[in-house]
C-alpha cells in the first residue's frame, strides 16, 4: 500500500491548466502621499507591470517583460499611454461621478476594478471579467452572456443602468475580455517561456562557521526552485545529522539552498568518504562535491598564513624603534664628550695669554 502511495505522489498526473491575465486598477480622492491612480498586470497570479500616475512610466516587474517590451514597441506604447493619460483621466471622471452620485463632497474614497480572461488550455474555454469595488465593497460586475452590468449592491443600481445603456463600452468591453485579452495571454506565456522554462545551474560552496560547527554545502543561483540537495557517504544518501534547509529566493531571480552536516564524530581520515550532491529537475546530470578540508571556506584566521606577515611586521617595528633609541643615544653622548683635540689647544691658549 505505501507503495502505492508514493507512486501516486511521484507520478506526474495530467491535468488542465488554467492561465489568467489580470489588470487591477485602483483609483484614490482624498488619500494623501499615495497615487490617485495606480494599474497592475499580473500573469498566473505573478505581478509583471505596474505603473502610476507620480511615476508617469511603465515598469516591468520580470526580466522577461522587460525583454518583451523592447522588442515589441507598440505594447510599450499602448501601455503609457494607457497609464499616463488615458485610464487615469476615465477613472477620475468615474469617481467624480460615484461622489456626486452618493453627494459625497470630501473624505476619503476608493474605486477599483479588476479585469482580464482565463483560459483553459486544454478546452479552449474563455472568460472574460470585468468588476468594479467602491469603498473597499465589491459594488457593479459585467455579465458578458447577458451584456448586461449586475449591480452588487442597492446603490449601484443607478449607475448600473446608465451603463447598461452605454452599448457601444458594453461590445467593447466583450471584444477585448474574450478576444484581445487571450491574443494577450498566449502571447505573453509563449514568450514568458524561453524564460520560465530555462535552467540555470548553481555554484556549489562548503562552508563552516568553526571547527565545532556543520560543515553546509550551499548552493546558489540556480533556477528554477525544483531542486534536491543531500549529503552521501560512500555513495548511499544520508538521512541522520543531516539538516536541510529551505529553497530561498536571490535578488535576481534566482534561488538558493543548503544542507548541513554534522561531522562531530566523523574522524578527520574518514572525511574523504563524504560528498554533497545538487541535483536540478530536469537536467540529467547531478553536481558533485567532495568534502576536502582545503576547499572549505570559513571565518576562522588560518595561523599558518598569517605567521610571516606578523613575524615581518614585529621585525620592522623593532628596527625602527631601535633605530630611534640609537640615535637619541648618540646625541645624549655627544652632548657630554670631552672638545676634540683641535678645540682643545684653541681653548689651551684662550685661557694662558701669556704664551702667545
Not at 540537495?229 to 534547509?245: A, N, P, S, Y
Not at 664628550?337 to 685661557?351: A, G, H, I, R, T
Amino acid at each position: 500500500m505505501k507503495k502505492f502511495l508514493l507512486l501516486l505522489l511521484f507520478c506526474p498526473v495530467s491535468s488542465p491548466v488554467k492561465h489568467k491575465l489580470k489588470f487591477l486598477i485602483t483609483a484614490s480622492s482624498g488619500v494623501p502621499n499615495f497615487p490617485e491612480f495606480v494599474a497592475a498586470a499580473v500573469v498566473d497570479e505573478v505581478l509583471v507591470g505596474y505603473c502610476d500616475t507620480k511615476k508617469k512610466i511603465v515598469e516591468p516587474k520580470q526580466d522577461w517583460v522587460k525583454t518583451f517590451l523592447e522588442n515589441n514597441p507598440q505594447q510599450l506604447e499602448f501601455y503609457t499611454q494607457r497609464c499616463s493619460e488615458i485610464d487615469p483621466n476615465f477613472f477620475k471622471a468615474r469617481i467624480d461621478n460615484f461622489k456626486q452620485r452618493f453627494n459625497q463632497s470630501g473624505g476619503v474614497h476608493i474605486l477599483q476594478r479588476m479585469s482580464g480572461c482565463e483560459w483553459d488550455d486544454e478546452t479552449g474555454e474563455v472568460n472574460g471579467f470585468n468588476r468594479y469595488g467602491y469603498d473597499g465593497e465589491d459594488f457593479l460586475a459585467l455579465n458578458l452572456k447577458t451584456s448586461t452590468w449586475i449591480a452588487v449592491k442597492p446603490e449601484a443600481v443607478i449607475i448600473k443602468q446608465r451603463w447598461d445603456a452605454d452599448i457601444s463600452r458594453i461590445k467593447y468591453n466583450e471584444i477585448f475580455l474574450t478576444q484581445m485579452c487571450l491574443e494577450w495571454l498566449k502571447m505573453y506565456l509563449d514568450y514568458s517561456k524561453i524564460f520560465l522554462l530555462r535552467k540555470d545551474l548553481p555554484s556549489v560552496s562548503l562552508l563552516q562557521k568553526s571547527p565545532s560547527s556543520p560543515v553546509s554545502c550551499h548552493a546558489t543561483g540556480f533556477y528554477p526552485d525544483r531542486a534536491m540537495m543531500f549529503w552521501r557517504k560512500d555513495g548511499e544518501e544520508l538521512h541522520e545529522d543531516v539538516d536541510l534547509g529551505e529553497i530561498l529566493p536571490n535578488h535576481d531571480g534566482s534561488f538558493q539552498m543548503s544542507v548541513d552536516l554534522d561531522l562531530s564524530s566523523v574522524p578527520a581520515e574518514d572525511w574523504r568518504r563524504y560528498d554533497c550532491v545538487f541535483h536540478l529537475s530536469g537536467v540529467e546530470d547531478h553536481i558533485v562535491t567532495k568534502l576536502d578540508k582545503a576547499e572549505i571556506r570559513t571565518n576562522r584566521e588560518k595561523p599558518t598564513n598569517m605567521t610571516i606577515p606578523i613575524i615581518a611586521v614585529v621585525v620592522v617595528l623593532a628596527l625602527v624603534l631601535l633605530a630611534v633609541i640609537g640615535v637619541r643615544v648618540y646625541r645624549k653622548k655627544k652632548a657630554k664628550c670631552p672638545p676634540s683635540p683641535d678645540n682643545s689647544v684653541e681653548l689651551s691658549e684662550n685661557l694662558n695669554p701669556e704664551s702667545k
